[in-house]
């Protein structure tokens, strides 16, 4: 999976203005080299879901990998802000919306044509274990249900990676892998024993595990803003993502 | 693939879910309560959690909360902000009365907590002499269990000290997690009683002592900070001899909560440490107002 270090992820006391969804919504029809880099990098992010998707309603899986493939080639080579007006709220609203458009109306001219010769690809990782394993384990669900899903499962997926990666360049990657399970709690674990197996007092390990808990919510919180228009969405964002899996 | 049961809510997790962790108990975690590891009006500015991995400067996030008060403070972001000799990085936190800026001193080229009067220069009398007290009286301890004060200062009508960036969180942010086991309260609170007693012996009484006021640093160790209540035990200021309550009602003596402030002695501390003692325990102060 292609990960992509924002603006934001090196500075993240940056303006809410400058994420990446409020970027493109910004340049509306008129997309500059920026708003354009930031949508292709959101997509860049966030296309296995749309995958995901996919795979639900079409039999063959390279069927599904062309579409897939298509409908950012085309996303980034056409105007589909402007038609997806209504949910340019939040990106994830925006892209299934649009998806279900290409589909609907441009797969079968779409399919004709013959692609390359100057349109901007995207490298997608469809062999990605994240990605077929995510698809392959929910089997009962609506093609909906799965977007959301592993709409969820991608985001949190940038989360975590985003926050062992800023341990690892502080030398605490160890910390990480010991200390990550207490970020949602502390079931059937011991800080004592943990502690221990890192050479750390308890005191200090449950202090590591504050620090990791809160800085992986300030990481969430940002990578949610990417995607959304306004800081008021954040919350809202979390809250239904929770939902589908509360379900 | 194969999944397995979550600890926490019994869910079924799969093998490759982010991290290995539930997603659903990672949402939870992500609604959880910022607010408990960020400062709120009912508390005084506090040194809280830095990130963990704030050896750099590109990883510091400012707090989410703004509790508001009078805009009279130097903002951070985008922009470099200097107060004097010291380049605000990010707020780290924000109480009734001032604001907490992670900075770094140029001429020392080393990282500082610079703490700020958060009326600036609109502040009453009363707020800059009681603001100057707290510096002064934490500015003549050495210790190890205290943080230390190096610079009190003014820049334009900004009345500020810098003192030691601790990094790490308060004692309040690590028992929210959960109650800690009785030999490591012990510990821990052993060693805040050495400072406080070292405080007294050099005739300054804290007056405001509660978790969210100690801090944990990287090893573990606990210093206690934000002497915004202290005063010498000699001295003549009658700042709070009007019988204002100053002070967090759960970790005060009856005589302070009642407002008896010229009854207010070291023993006021000493009952503080005791109620620190019994929240490490059971998680939660002896009374709750």
Not at chain 1, 94 to 121: C, M, P, S, Y
Not at chain 2, 142 to 158: K, L, Q, R
């Amino acid at each position: 999976m292609i990960h992509n270090e924002s603006d934001s992820e090196r500075n993240p006391a940056r303006d809410f203005a400058t994420t990446q969804w409020s970027v493109v919504l910004a340049a509306g029809n008129r997309q500059d080299a920026s708003s354009s880099r930031a949508l292709e990098q959101l997509c860049r992010a966030y296309w296995p879901p749309l995958y995901a998707y996919v795979r639900r309603r079409v039999t063959g899986i390279h069927e599904a990998q062309d579409l897939t493939q298509a409908f950012f080639e085309r996303l980034l080579e056409k105007d589909y802000l402007a038609d997806a007006a209504p949910e340019r709220g939040r990106f994830r609203a925006f892209l299934i919306t649009a998806f279900k458009h290409f589909l609907a109306n441009e797969w079968d001219r779409q399919k004709a044509l013959k692609r390359g010769g100057g349109v901007r690809r995207l490298s997608l990782d469809f062999d990605s274990e994240k990605v077929a394993g995510g698809i392959e384990t929910v089997d009962s669900t609506t093609p909906d249900q799965i977007y959301e899903r592993q709409w969820t499962l991608t985001l949190l997926d940038r989360v975590m990676q985003r926050l062992q990666r800023e341990l690892e360049r502080a030398g605490r990657g160890a910390e990480f892998s010991r200390l990550k399970h207490f970020i949602i709690g502390q079931s059937g674990e011991s800080y004592a024993r943990a502690a221990a197996d890192i050479g750390v007092s308890e005191p200090a390990a449950r202090m590591t595990a504050s620090r990791m808990r809160q800085r992986y919510r300030g990481i969430l919180r940002d990578e949610i803003a990417q995607t959304v228009a306004s800081p008021d969405d954040i919350d809202d964002e979390i809250q239904h993502m929770f939902s589908i899996f509360a379900n | 693939m194969e999944n397995r049961i979550c600890p926490e809510c019994g869910s079924r997790v799969a093998a490759d879910a982010p991290a290995e962790l539930c997603p659903k108990c990672l949402l939870q975690a992500g609604l959880g309560n910022l607010e408990s590891e960020n400062p709120t009006p009912d508390h005084d500015a506090t040194l809280l959690v830095e990130p963990v991995s704030a050896a750099t400067d590109e990883t510091i996030v400012p707090t989410q909360l703004d509790v508001g008060g009078p805009a009279k403070v130097p903002p951070v972001g985008s922009k470099v902000q200097y107060l004097g000799d010291y380049e605000l990085l990010s707020e780290i936190a924000r109480g009734g009365m001032g604001v907490v800026y992670r900075a770094r001193q140029s001429r020392l080229n080393r990282s500082v907590a610079l703490k700020m009067i958060l009326a600036g220069q609109f502040a009453s009398e009363a707020d800059v002499e009681r603001f100057h007290i707290e510096a002064e009286a934490a500015a003549n301890l050495d210790h190890s269990g205290i943080v230390p004060i190096f610079e009190v200062g003014e820049h334009e009508g900004n009345h500020y000290f810098s003192m030691g960036l601790v990094e790490g969180g308060s004692l309040a942010s690590m028992v929210s997690d959960g109650p800690l086991p009785a030999l490591e309260a012990a510990k821990l609170v052993h060693k805040i009683a050495e400072a406080i007693q070292y405080a007294h012996d050099n005739g300054v009484i804290h007056r405001d002592l509660k978790p969210a006021n100690v801090l944990i640093d990287q090893t573990g160790q606990p210093k206690v900070t934000d002497f915004g209540l202290a005063r010498r035990l000699d001295g003549d200021s009658n700042l709070t001899g009007t019988g204002q309550i100053l002070g967090t009602p759960a970790y005060m003596p009856p005589e302070q909560a009642s407002g008896k402030t010229d009854e207010i002695g070291p023993l006021a501390d000493v009952y503080s440490v005791g109620a620190i003692l019994y929240c490490l325990i059971p998680g939660r102060p002896p009374f709750q107002g």
